[in-house]
């Protein structure tokens, strides 16, 4: 399976999940294709992660981050976190010191070059982090960011907004000790945005989010209903949380 996709600024796709090969070419579980399909030669990922990838994403500079089971890439330390260069090789600049004790699931990169990771971890760099974690460019925890009683029950998606807000989706019940399930927000700081309210919210599990330029956001998931209207598998919330 492909379990995630990102595309680079100039085009290229970076597929990642449980596969071998791509086009016959061994290519252990990360790959990149060039915008018309073809297998990127240049992107060599060695031996690559040594479990399976959940998430991708691409910083503006082309860097690459990768989250999942793994807890090495091409023999290399990754405690289920690792930031690629653009020819597939690890980062040295990206050190996430212990990294996440659980898998990670979700993977968002802001504005500001600032790295939200969600997923069944409970920590973060040996501190308490709850499903939804902070990092700073270089790897290391921005405790700035402290979402105190955070997701637990497990996050599997992520997006941050223009503002520097934090979406979280998955199988949790509440969020920062509040009653928001499957579906919130934090601010900034890492606190619940009680703010957003969805009302009942969706009655399953959210699995993706995408915000638009208008700000309203999308989720898709195992619901068939956003605050008791039927919405089977897909809603859009405005940006307060309301559905639309």
């Known amino acids: 399976p492909v379990n995630a996709l990102a595309v680079q600024p100039d085009g290229k796709i970076v597929l990642a999940g449980e596969f071998a090969t791509v086009d016959g070419t061994v290519m252990p579980r990360v790959a990149r294709l060039h915008d018309d399909g073809y297998l990127d030669s240049f992107f060599n990922p060695g031996a690559g992660p040594d479990a399976t990838v959940h998430a991708v994403a691409v910083q503006p500079d082309g860097r690459i981050l990768l989250g999942g089971e793994f807890t090495s890439y091409n023999d290399a330390n990754a405690p289920r976190i690792a930031r690629l260069t653009a020819d597939g090789l690890i980062d040295p600049a990206f050190n996430p010191r212990a990294g996440a004790n659980r898998t990670v699931r979700g993977l968002a990169v802001g504005p500001n070059g600032a790295i939200v990771l969600g997923g069944d971890f409970l920590t973060v760099g040996g ?118």
């Open 127 to 244: 501190v308490s982090r709850p499903g939804i974690a902070l990092l700073t460019a270089d790897g290391s925890l921005d405790t700035t960011f402290d979402p105190g009683a955070g997701a637990p029950g497990g996050v599997f998606t992520v997006a941050i907004q223009s503002d520097g807000r934090v979406l979280v989706g998955g199988a949790f019940s509440s969020a920062g000790g509040a009653n928001f399930p499957f579906l919130a927000r934090f601010n900034a700081d890492g606190s619940v945005d009680r703010s957003f309210n969805t009302g009942t919210g969706p009655d399953g599990a959210v699995r993706s989010i995408a915000v638009g330029a208008d700000a309203k956001i999308i989720n898709g998931g195992a619901f068939v209903k956003f605050n008791t209207v039927d919405r089977a598998l897909i809603a859009r919330p405005k940006a307060h949380g309301y559905l639309d």
